[in-house]
C-alpha cells in the first residue's frame, strides 16, 4: 500500500474518528496547553498520512501516543536548540548579531543539522560532538566512548555525511 492508495487516508481517518479525541485529552493533559496539544495531534494524523507502510494497528491508542511523543521530543529538542543558540548570541557583541532573517535562516540551518544527526546512533553523534563542538581527537573520544580509534574515524565519517546531506542533498 502506497501513501496515494485510497486505503491509507482511509485507515487514517478511520484511526482519526475513533481515536482523535482521545489523543487531543491525553495530550492536553501531557503538555497542559490545548493550543499545542491540537497542533501536536493534527501532526501526528499527517505522519500516518505519510506512511506509505501503514496496516490497521492492532493498539491503535499505542501507535498515536508513540508517534505524538516523537513529536514532542522533536519540538523540544527544536526549543533547546534554539535557545541555545539565542543564548550564545546574546553574550556576542551587539554589531556581530545577525539580521532577524539571518537569524531565522541559521535556526532552520540548525534544526535540519540536528535532524540529521539524530538518525546517527547515539555513539556516532556524540562522537561527532566531541569531535566537532569539543575539539577531542580521536583517541580521547575513542576512551570516552569505550571504542576503537577506528571506529571513532566511521562516526565521524557518518556524521560528515549528514552535514553533506543538510547543505547539499542527498549524494547520488
Not at 75 to 100: C, K, N, T, V
Not at 112 to 128: M, N, P, T, V
Request: charged fraction near 25%; aromatic fraction near 6%.
Amino acid at each position: 500500500m502506497s501513501a496515494g492508495d485510497p486505503a491509507n487516508p482511509h485507515l487514517v481517518g478511520l484511526l482519526y474518528r475513533d481515536h482523535r479525541d482521545w489523543l487531543f485529552s491525553w495530550l492536553r493533559k501531557t503538555v497542559q496547553c490545548p493550543q499545542r496539544a491540537e497542533d501536536v495531534s493534527q501532526d501526528t494524523f499527517v505522519r500516518l498520512l505519510a506512511r506509505a507502510d501503514l496496516q490497521p494497528p492492532r493498539e491503535p491508542r499505542a501507535l498515536l501516543a508513540t508517534i505524538a511523543r516523537g513529536l514532542l521530543v522533536d519540538q523540544f529538542r527544536r526549543h533547546d536548540l534554539e535557545r541555545a543558540y539565542l543564548d550564545e548570541l546574546a553574550h556576542a557583541p551587539q554589531e556581530l548579531h545577525p539580521s532577524p532573517e539571518e537569524q531565522a535562516l541559521i535556526l532552520e540551518s540548525l534544526r535540519e543539522i540536528d535532524r540529521l544527526l539524530g538518525q546517527l546512533s547515539s555513539k556516532a553523534r556524540a562522537a561527532f560532538l566531541y569531535n566537532r563542538l569539543d575539539g577531542l581527537g580521536h583517541a580521547e573520544i575513542a576512551e570516552c566512548l569505550g571504542v576503537s580509534p577506528s571506529r571513532v574515524r566511521q562516526y565521524l565519517a557518518q556524521g560528515m555525511r549528514q552535514c553533506y546531506i543538510a547543505l547539499y542533498g542527498e549524494p547520488t
